[in-house]
């Protein structure tokens, strides 16, 4: 005996600090679905969950960045008193617009002309035209930036531009663009276009988390035309057997100068260069009041899973919510239950084409529950939905980057584009319904026929996407 404990009791005693400091420390700052993942792992392999926790159990970034962030707070707030000196906004639409630019840092505006293209290949034709007549800047800001036949059709355009004398930029998402980062770099580089990374991830140096990335496709032509939305610069058939279908909006007018600042400000976070101090304020191009709500780790709360929250709580009539992947909180939920339960009818429209397994067997976990609360489930056939949209009565819509999940709004940066006219909406809601059109609804007493394995799976997916 030599009086020393033996590494078995080491060890032991060492799960239990780790089980012990897991209460005190995952619950900071995180969902109680994510807490109760983390929990549930980390009791039941406290060593392998602490590891998991430390890689990727944090959504927040480094110190730096929210340094940098916080310095870019005067320059945003400089445009927003420019941009509200055009025309008046609504009396209905003030409430929304007060809490968006609270979230975001960024006004609503009327005056502006919006235009929606569901086309795919139609956006990428249209962003080449523009960028064809482009006399001053061309910033792309996008997730994916491929370097097959799509993007080599944009490179080329951008080439053209650099050879009249514009300055062009591109900023690319490191993990979403991983499959043809080289490539598209290369090409860029060769096109005497200035590139850069969105959130590089560095073994070594640790600056962020693999999984925090910039998922906002933001695209600005001499400041005055810009395009928001769901499509990157990819073939749109780049997954076999999936074809993606998009939403875009293309807008001119005041809230332009909004989607400058934003992508300036993304620039400066990476580069570490102040952003141009002045951003003009494109003039009044139309009738349509818009509004950019910027959102993500940055910010101190989740923008557009707050403002969708609120909405749905205010909803009178109608509301569909169009998504590719659908793993809400109890929030998002709670208030689409409470909404069915006033009398408001609900359509949830998510693709019935599949293109990752595991996030569409954790959506599959919520459907019974939604059903039996009344919320109608479309299943779009044929195309991979990837487009984010929202229409709440005939009063406001959203068109953006942010998938209604747990990683658009806690992980992701995000841009979502909020349109508070008549007829802005109404053209978001005409766009919907065609997707209910080309859907089948899902039928509870069909739905609950499934296997009892599959529902397990189901379940156990919903639980692991809770890891954040």
Known sequence: MTGHPDFETIYYACEWAVRIGALAVVPLRRTPA???????????????????????????????REKRFKALLPFFTDIATRQKGGLPISEDHLSIAALAEKLGHMPATSGNNCELLDDYDGVIDRLVADIGEARHTVHLLVYIFADDATGRRVIAALADARRRGVECRVMLDSVGSARWRKGAIRLLSEADVEVREALPFHVIHNRTRRDMRNHRKLFLIDGVIGYAGSQN?????????????????????????????????????????????????????GQACAQLLPSGADYPLEGF??????????????????????????????????????????????????????????????????????????????????????????????VGSSNVDLRSFQLNEEASLLLLDASSVAAVRAIQQGYIDGSDKLDLATWRQRPLVRRLIENIAALVSSLL
């Open 34 to 64: 994510a807490t109760r993942s983390w929990l549930l792992l980390i009791f039941f392999l406290p060593i392998p969950g602490l590891l998991l926790f430390l890689a990727i159990g944090s959504p927040r970034f480094p110190a730096w």
């Open 305 to 398: 899973e707050t403002l969708l929250v609120w909405q749905l709580h205010r909803a009178e009539h109608h509301v569909i919510v169009a998504t590719p992947y659908f793993i809400p909180d109890e929030d998002v939920l709670g208030a689409m239950r409470t909404a069915v339960a006033r009398g408001v009818t609900v359509d949830l429209v998510v693709s019935a084409v599949v293109d990752q397994p595991l996030v569409s067997l954790a959506q599959c976990s919520y459907y019974d529950d939604l059903l039996k609360a009344g919320i109608r489930v479309n299943l779009f056939r044929d195309y991979l939905l990837h487009a984010k949209n929202v229409s709440i009565d005939d009063r406001f819509a959203i």
């Open 233 to 285: 610069i990819v073939d749109k058939d780049f997954r076999t057997g999936v074809v993606n279908h998009e939403l875009a909006a293309r807008v001119t007018g005041p809230v332009v100068a909004s989607m400058v600042a934003l992508v300036e400000a993304d620039w400066s976070l990476e580069t570490g260069t102040p952003p141009d101090a002045v951003v003009t304020i494109p003039p009044v191009a």
